[in-house]
Structures are given as C-alpha cells and as structure tokens.
C-alpha cells in the first residue's frame, strides 16, 4: 500500500501535486466557494497582515502501490476527503480527452450545514471566436463568468511567456466555461492544468494556469 499524507489549507490539492510527481498524472482542481467561518481560519503573515485561508489541515490516504488506476485512486481519495472533517465537498470529474479535474460541489453554508454549489466553470457562456492569444481568451473567460454570477474570477499565476505568445481561435454559443478553458489549453504542448482558487478574503476565484512538473 501507497500511504500519503497532506497538512494544508487546501490538503487534495497538495495531494495532486505529489501524484503529479510520483505517477505523472496531471490532474485539474477547483476550489468550491469557503464562505462559512467553519470552512475559514486566519492566518497571521508578513508584517502582522491577518489573511483568510481555506481551513484545512492534515488528511491522509491509502491505495495499491501495485500498478494503481489513476480514476479509481483518485475516486478513493475523494471519498476518503469527503468523510473528514477538512472544508469542501468534490467530485471527480473526466474531460472529453481523458483527463481528470476535482470540482467542488459543495462547502459549510451560513446555517452550518453542507450545501450544495454550482461549479462556476461549470457557467454556460458566450464569446465569440475569434484569433487570439491565450492570455486574452482566459481574461475574457473569467470576465464572462464574473459578469454573470458577481463572482470576481481573475487570471492569476501563468506561464505567461507562453501564453501570451500563443494563439488560438476558441469561442462559441452558451458554451460551458470550463470547455472554453479547455480548448484553449488544449493548443499548448506542455499540456498545462489548472487550479481555481477561492479567496475568502475577496470573495473571488483566482486561476492559475501551470506547466506539468514532469512529462
């Protein structure tokens, strides 16, 4: 058996990042929104700053450490997440090219109980398509998902080097957001992933875009 063990606000997400790196699979998250005080903890930093930050803190996992599935490991460890006490609810979600994301779908509402939420890619939405850069199409994403719910989404940490300097033609007609993201990754070799990070202190979503750490 493979035991792994996260200690973070955001615990699946580290965890992703050290499968990327012992099994090579290149998995997507999205935070779902941490409004509740129960799924927030304050945090001291530079400069005696108080900041908010998801409130999450150890969670471990065990799998096969013989030949183990990408889609039933991480299945396994989704439920496991989603019995423990850390914030959020996910589901695993597969792409048309056979990829995986995690997708919150729920998180702690003001009454304490765990409600329901709908993923903001999951936003049908209109742009048009015409040639652009990466960088633009992404900023024009967020914008059409920000105007429709009046949740600020924001472009964050990328490879902007290149991005900037690539372009696509993407867009269509009430089209889901996260398809839109998708086929504009999908024109970069590296075969980039995200994370879409909610911010309690703004209340907004930030995506970062990152390159693979291995290919």
């Known amino acids: 058996m493979v035991h792994i063990t996260a200690n973070s606000p955001r615990p699946l997400a580290q965890i992703l990042d050290a499968l990327q790196v012992k099994y090579k699979w290149i998995v997507s998250y999205e935070d779902p929104q941490f409004t509740s005080q129960q799924d927030i903890v304050t945090v001291t930093g530079a400069g005696d700053t108080q900041m908010q930050l998801p409130s999450g803190g150890s969670f471990s996992a065990d799998f096969s450490a013989a030949a183990p599935d990408e889609e039933k490991t991480l299945r396994s460890m989704v439920d496991s997440y989603n019995h423990s006490k850390n914030p959020g609810r996910f589901e695993v979600k597969k792409t048309a090219q056979g990829t995986f994301y995690l997708v919150g779908t729920a998180a702690t509402d003001d009454k304490g109980h765990i ?38 989404v924001t472009v964050g940490v990328t490879p902007r080097s290149l991005l900037d300097h690539t372009n696509v033609k993407v867009g269509g007609n009430a089209v889901a957001a996260r398809d839109l993201l998708l086929q504009s990754l999908a024109e970069v070799r590296t075969h980039p992933y995200w994370r879409l990070l909610f911010d309690p202190n703004s209340k907004g979503y930030y995506l970062d875009i990152h390159s693979p750490r291995v290919q």
């Open 115 to 152: 409600s329901p939420q709908q993923a903001v890619f999951d936003l049908p939405i209109t742009v048009p398509a015409e040639d652009r850069t990466i960088t633009e199409t992404l900023n024009l994403i967020c914008q059409e998902i920000s105007n429709h719910t009046h949740i600020q």
